[in-house]
């Protein structure tokens, strides 16, 4: 069985996440949605909201797990015996980014592979930050997240 972790913020969970995880799991036996949290990073959601927002987006994939995990991924992938990382890939700049990540976990865990997907051209441009900063003005997001993740994003703007 071949199994890959999908890790992210996804604070929230767009189209363009959806569409990789959803394309990931086409090619692998198990794919894990791993919602990372970090000490350093300032969330608009909490860990349990996101991946409640992960999981009511994916629930119709049944090859997908959807996990939270604070840490090294190195760490998550040793404990779940997983030997592929998932990155998406907008444009040219993260790329640069991802290939230092998929480098470093390379050293740090030997044998993991990192796979790079291309987004969905029309995702290219699309990001959490893009969502949150639209929604804080109330502007229109439902072309970028789905119904569910839009009520819940206007619901902790409109707090």
Known sequence: MIKAAYPGSFDPITFGHIDIARRASHLFDELHVVVMENKQKKYAFTVEERMEM??????????????????????????????????????????????????????????????????????????????????SFGGKISQWVPSYVESKVFEKFAR
Do not use: H, W
């Open 54 to 135: 992960v999981r009511e987006c994916l629930k119709d994939v049944p090859n997908i797990r959807v996990e939270s995990f604070s840490g090294l991924l190195a760490e998550y992938t040793l404990k779940n015996e997983i030997n592929v990382v998932i990155r998406g890939l907008r444009a040219v700049t993260d790329f640069e980014y991802e290939m230092q990540m998929a480098l470093a976990n390379k050293e740090i865990l030997n044998g993991v592979e990192t796979v790079f997907l291309m987004t969905d051209k029309s995702f290219s441009f699309l990001s959490s930050s893009l969502v949150k900063e639209v929604a």
